[in-house]
């Protein structure tokens, strides 16, 4: 390996301050053509115990320290990640695949995360509430759940962990993360600026471990971690949620989505097509609130098509360190997976525009299909892959059957100018985040998060640390008594 990752190349799991070497390994690859880039320590289920327990130890020491102070950790955190922006965003494009500007641009909004709630961390508000009778006071005091455990997707290995975890650092309680085996070298390098942050041993704990199940049994099923987080498939969110029950543990879910974007007659078509591109082609359509379902009004179906399609056909693909706008999908089963549903589509009745000539390996080519209908893989499955898929409504009325003919509901967006109709087709939209002539939408000052399959909870914002604190309430009486 050539090149030069400033000590933040880490091949072991982080626990109690202290990384973790096995004989067991195994192997982490460049997305985009195969080369080995790390042989990574395989934890498992002893380390996975030892990580919580540690957690569950550091938990009075590190709650009890001032929200200021862990403030300052915080604030250390994030200084070291924009620091190392550049080492951590070509550690990110090399074990993930997605192009270096969006890898760089994925550190700082994980980095603006734990801005965000190092000053979040000195705002959790407690209550004094009108009591109910004289000589009486209600008082509603947040404290934090307690150890915190997480399982992160490859699709984001830097944010997903970040937003996270900065939540539940600064809410007071302790973190366990185990980050997809795909992608772990980006969580480990977090764990050594944490380290150089100097936030305590055993506040911040990585798991790197190829059993996935294995690993999810103990964080789930621990009478020791109280709350459970978990970023990716609706399938699996299903499994972590019911383990967890067993225990009663807080439980928040960042699941699938089917995202729609919808452009309607008065849509200005230039920034709705910058929208879509946007929107649709950031890590090669790999993210859960990427637009997968593309609603058009009739009217203006063919003039955004064109326009669309003169932006998609100046993409370029290729590895993400050579000034490319799409590099590889996670895999080439991955990129099978989109293919097939291009293949089942077309021969329902969908046409390609664009694309679609696909002959194996993790590249996909950017592609558009047209004359999609709502029993097509393209329209009522989640596609994850670089994949338009056009589908031409009559009125408003019909936008919206069929943008809440889902059953997830993550994100959603639409271009329309009447202030009406604005307001209309927000209320009508089925999804925890609607973007309104705008193909971003996610930032650490908003919440994140779905409704129906999509899960619950949110990340990020005001609201972020709801999720990782108890409420507490307190009735103290006797207040007018005087001896």
Not at 330 to 345: F, G, L, T
Request: hydrophobic share 45%; with cysteine; glycine share 10%.
């Amino acid at each position: 390996m050539t090149h030069d990752f400033q000590g933040l190349l880490k091949q072991g799991s982080y626990i109690n301050g202290q990384w973790h070497q096995s004989a067991r390994q195994f192997v982490v690859t460049d997305k985009a053509n195969g080369e080995v880039l790390a042989r990574v320590a395989d934890a498992g289920v002893g380390e996975t115990e030892a990580a919580i327990d540690a957690a569950y130890q550091a938990f009075d020491g590190w709650r009890n320290l001032t929200a200021n102070q862990r403030s300052q950790y915080l604030q250390r955190w994030y200084q070291l990640m924009m620091a190392h922006q550049d080492t951590l965003g070509l550690l990110l494009t090399l074990e993930q695949g997605k192009p270096l500007a969006e890898a760089k641009g994925e550190i700082a909004y994980g980095a603006g995360f734990m801005q965000w709630f190092a000053e979040e961390a000195k705002r959790a508000y407690g209550d004094i509430i009108p009591a109910a009778a004289s000589g009486q006071q209600i008082q509603v005091v947040k404290s934090p759940v307690g150890v915190v455990a997480a399982i992160t997707p490859w699709n984001f290995p830097n944010a997903m962990i970040a937003r996270k975890a900065a939540a539940a650092l600064s809410a007071g309680c302790t973190f366990v993360v185990r980050p997809a085996a795909q992608t772990p070298l980006s969580a480990l390098a977090m764990a050594e600026l944490a380290e150089q942050a100097g936030i305590p041993a055993g506040v911040f704990n990585v798991i790197a471990g190829e059993d996935a199940a294995e690993i999810g049994k103990v964080l789930t099923g621990s009478t020791k971690v109280a709350k459970f987080s978990f970023t990716g498939s609706t399938r699996i969110g299903k499994i972590l949620t019911a383990a967890c029950a067993t225990t009663i543990k807080r439980v928040s879910m960042e699941l699938g989505g089917n995202a729609p974007f919808l452009v309607f007659d008065d849509a200005d078509l230039d920034a709705a097509v910058k929208g879509a591109m946007a929107s649709k082609f950031r890590n090669a359509g790999q993210t859960c609130v990427c637009a997968n379902r593309f609603l058009l009004q009739a009217s203006i179906a063919q003039a955004f098509t064109d326009k669309l399609l003169n932006e998609v056909k100046a993409l370029k693909v290729g590895h993400g360190t050579d000034n490319v706008q799409i590099g590889p999908l996670i895999s080439a089963k991955a990129a099978e997976d989109v293919h097939q549903k291009v293949i089942q589509s077309v021969a329902m009745g969908a046409k390609v525009l664009l694309g679609g000539d696909y002959d194996g390996g993790a590249f996909y080519p950017p592609t558009v299909v047209s004359a999609v209908t709502p029993d097509m893989p393209l329209f009522n499955q989640e596609i994850f892959g670089p994949v338009v898929a056009i589908c031409e409504f009559s009125d408003e009325q019909q936008a919206m059957a069929l943008a809440n003919q889902t059953e997830y509901g993550l994100a959603s967006y639409f271009y329309a100018r009447d202030i009406g109709r604005v307001q209309r087709v927000a209320d009508a939209l089925q999804f925890g985040m609607v973007g309104i002539n705008e193909g971003i939408i996610s930032n650490p000052a908003a919440p994140f998060g779905g409704v129906k399959q999509s899960g619950y909870g949110r990340e990020g914002s005001m609201y972020g640390l709801d999720d990782y604190m108890n409420i507490q309430y307190r009735c103290l009486g006797g207040l007018n008594r005087v001896d």
